[in-house]
């Protein structure tokens, strides 16, 4: 819970915290082409992207394409992603992905989604595909200025005081990111607190003696005077 009093603004946390990361790489889960991209965040819900990039370089090897993909078939997907937590779940949600993808270009091996996919309507009509997954998918492919809320961004958004008790879902932090953060922004917030609360902002211990916008931070959780 932040204090009553907000001085980190979204304009000076973006500020301040972009320089300090590598803004080139988008993200940090593994992908040889949009596909595999799309397969790797569908696997990444409720798993650690080091988890997915663990077995995805394997996986990718074998099913990059959607026509590899179904392939490689139900059971010889699973037995590459057990290890991911709802792994049958995610496979089935993979396998018809790859069956609604099937098309004369679905066994390109630097596959790209069809346009009418770049619309996030669309994108949400694939198997796997819910909100956050279509948002990052559309930051990240297309550099698509929606908000993929994550646990990192619905925490932090409310721990820096940006939404409040009212905002309680994924989509209700993003419509309201949406109105308070520049839109110069919004194509990055993803990665931008994603990353700065994986690796600074964490939930537990939160690294502020290391934090490049402590001295602006009203959050109760702060650890530094
Ligand atoms: S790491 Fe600490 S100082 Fe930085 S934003 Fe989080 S709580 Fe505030």
């Not at 889960?29 to 799309?38: D, Q």
């Not at 490689?72 to 779940?89: T, Y």
Request: glycine share 4%; with cysteine.
């Amino acid at each position: 819970m932040a204090k009553s009093k907000i001085t980190l603004t979204p304009d000076i946390y973006f500020a301040n915290v972009c320089p300090t990361l590598n803004m080139n790489i988008r993200s940090e889960l593994y992908s040889t082409n949009e596909f595999t991209f799309a397969v790797a965040v569908i696997l990444s819900a409720q798993a650690t992207d080091k988890k997915v990039n663990e077995v995805t370089p394997e996986l990718f090897k074998i099913a990059p394409t959607p026509d590899k993909m179904l392939k490689l078939g139900l059971d010889g997907l699973k037995k590459h992603i057990r290890v991911i937590s709802f792994f049958n779940n995610k496979a089935d949600n993979i396998i018809k992905l790859s069956t609604q993808l099937k098309d004369k270009n679905s066994d390109d091996i630097n596959y790209k989604f069809p346009k009418k996919y770049h619309n996030r309507v669309e994108l949400m009509k694939l198997a796997g595909v819910g909100q956050k997954t279509a948002n990052v998918i559309m930051n990240v492919l297309w550099n698509a200025p929606n908000i993929g809320v994550d646990t990192h961004v619905f925490r932090n958004a409310h721990r820096y005081g940006w939404v409040g008790m009212a905002e309680n879902t994924p989509e209700k932090v993003e419509e309201k990111l949406l109105k308070i953060i520049p839109q110069k922004y919004h194509a990055i917030v993803n990665h931008v607190m994603v990353l700065h609360g994986r690796y600074t902002c964490k939930a537990l211990r939160p690294d502020c003696e290391h934090c490049p916008v402590a001295k602006w931070c009203n959050a109760s959780e702060k650890n530094i005077l």
